[in-house]
Nanobody, 116 residues
Framework: QVHLVESGGGKVQPGGSLRLSCAASGSIEELSNMAWYRQAPGKQREWVADILSDGIPRYAASVKDRFTMSRANARDNARTMIYLQMSDLKPEDTAVYYC??????WGQGTQVTVSS
């Protein structure tokens, strides 16, 4: 069973940076494709970035060149870690950010607020 726990959210001023983390447990197959989504108040959840089994990060146009997604695969009994480094943050990046395995598993989300 996949278990995802996000952390690292907070409040930051425009132009600032944050790094989100997702601690993921599950089988290698269940965690082979990982993604970040976000949901702003009053809006639908939207895809932000993903790394599929080919290992190549892909980004939504709205975050490309500002966000960087990476992963550190589990060793021994440690969890797989999924990261989202966010730079040059804008007020429109304000949302709850969710980790997802592209197969129906979601974390509880972490709030990111960009405001002066």
């Amino acid at each position: 069973q996949v278990h995802l726990v996000e952390s690292g959210g907070g409040k930051v001023q425009p132009g600032g940076s944050l790094r989100l983390s997702c601690a993921a447990s599950g089988s290698i197959e269940e965690l082979s494709n990982m993604a970040w989504y976000r949901q702003a108040p009053g809006k639908q959840r939207e895809w932000v970035a993903d790394i599929l089994s080919d290992g190549i990060p892909r980004y939504a146009a709205s975050v490309k060149d500002r966000f960087t997604m990476s992963r550190a695969n589990a060793r021994d009994n440690a969890r797989t870690m999924i990261y989202l480094q966010m730079s040059d943050l804008k007020p429109e990046d304000t949302a709850v950010y969710y980790c997802n395995n592209r197969a129906g598993a979601w974390g509880q989300g972490t709030q990111v607020t960009v405001s002066s």
